[in-house]
Every structure is written in C-alpha cells, then in structure tokens.
C-alpha cells in the first residue's frame, strides 16, 4: 500500500540535543511538507520540498533544517536551537501544486518530548 | 493576508445532530477549500474540497457551503455520529502555490450517543 511513514511515533530528547525525524513516501510525489501541531493552533509549515535537493523555509522554520536527497525522503532536524520543540510533527506529501488537485497526503506523525 | 480563522475551537453534538463549523479566509486569490479530518494519534485526511466556483458540495453526510462575498465557507455533518468525533480543519490554497495549504486552528467534534 502506498503511504507516508514516520519514524518514530514516539521520541523523547533531553535539552539541548539535535533530534532527526523520518520520512519516507512511497506515493511518487514530487513535493514534501513538514508541519508542526500544537493544541489550538491548526498546523504551521515548517519547511516544503518541491524537488531533490532543494527545499524552502515555512512560517516557522527557525530552530529546524530538513534536507531532500532522495525523491522518497525528507528528513527534519530538529536543532537545540529550537526554543519550545515539545510538539506533533506531521509529513506530508503531494504531487506538485497546480497540477490538477493536489490534496496532501499525511503521516501518522512523532510525537517529541524534549525535556 | 494568509491567515484562516475557524470556529468553535471545540463542539459537543447529540448523536443524529447538525454539526457545523466555520471558516473565514482573508486572502482573495485562495480558490481551494479543503476539509481535513484527524482522529487521535492519527495524521489528518481529506474529508471533502471545494472550490470558488460552486457554492455547495454534498459528499454523503458532509456538506461545504462557499460564500465567495463574505470570504467564508463552512462544513456541515449531518446525522452526526459517535465516529465522527475528530478534530476538523479547514485549510485554503492559491492554486500553483508551492506552500500548499493554510490551515484553520481546528475544531475538536465531540459525538455523544
């Protein structure tokens, strides 16, 4: 079945230590998403990939770096220079905007505990 | 300019009830107008989408209504039911936008039987 897996569903970190969360599609999509969901505020964008090796920052993107090496993965960092990292992170993945609908398609999502 | 604000934040609902929830977007070149459904511990799904040039759209028991006017547009579940309790989005894109969808803040449904 095609489909968006994020590992791992769970992660815990102490202050201070960068973190790296998986993502892998197997869909053939050409553009990547990473958001983050915090209660109450919806999803924020952190950083979108259109094509391999390249990438843009979203609204929140300090505090992160994601990388686009391969077409079926992008990876998220999250850096210790991010202030409040406790949070839900959600891949996503489309086929390119503007080609005909493009809905996104999610992840399951990890869930980071930083203490 | 980007911003899409929805409401109620949260929504308790008799099983067989009208749920609806509310969106209102700013920006004027948004002309897609999805709905995402999200269960707990689970991502969100497209549920139903609509575009500017129709009013409303009727999927089953979810219905969008578009007010182009007014810049609002708003989901409404009929018959509702317990495994309807999830958390909705909206979200608006501008066609062709590589940032893809904005998202409302969410609506948590709650279904009592």
């Known amino acids: 079945d095609g489909g968006i897996t994020q590992s791992p569903k769970y992660l815990f970190r102490k202050e201070g230590q960068n973190v790296t969360l998986s993502c892998e599609q197997n869909l053939n999509h050409d553009a990547m998403y990473w958001y983050r969901q915090d209660p109450g505020q919806g999803l924020r964008l952190i950083y979108y990939?259109?094509?391999?090796?390249?990438?843009q920052k979203g609204d929140i993107a300090e505090g992160y770096s994601v990388s686009r090496e391969k077409k079926e993965s992008f990876p998220l960092t999250v850096t210790s220079a991010q202030k409040n990292p406790t949070a839900f992170y959600l891949c996503?993945?489309?086929?390119?905007?503007?080609?005909?609908?493009?809905?996104?398609?999610f992840g399951n999502g990890t869930r980071l505990t930083v203490t | 300019q980007q911003q899409v604000k929805q409401s109620p934040q949260s929504l308790i609902v008799q099983k067989g009830g009208i749920s609806i929830i509310n969106c209102a977007y700013e920006?004027?070149?948004?002309?897609?107008f999805p709905w995402y459904q999200q269960f707990p511990g689970k991502g969100p799904a497209l549920l139903i989408a609509i575009r500017p040039d129709v009013s409303e759209k009727k999927e089953g028991r979810f219905t969008i209504s578009f007010n182009k006017s007014a810049k609002q547009f708003s989901l409404h579940i009929m018959d509702s039911q317990p495994g309807d309790s999830a958390t909705y989005f909206c979200?608006?894109?501008?066609?062709?936008?590589?940032?893809?969808?904005?998202f409302g803040s969410g609506t948590q449904l709650t279904v009592l039987p």
């Open positions: 996503a993945s489309s086929i390119l905007p503007g080609v005909g609908n493009s809905p996104l398609h």
């Open positions: 990939s259109q094509i391999v090796n390249d990438f």
């Open positions: 979200a608006a894109s501008n066609t062709g936008s590589a940032r893809q969808l904005t």
């Open positions: 920006n004027t070149a948004f002309d897609y």
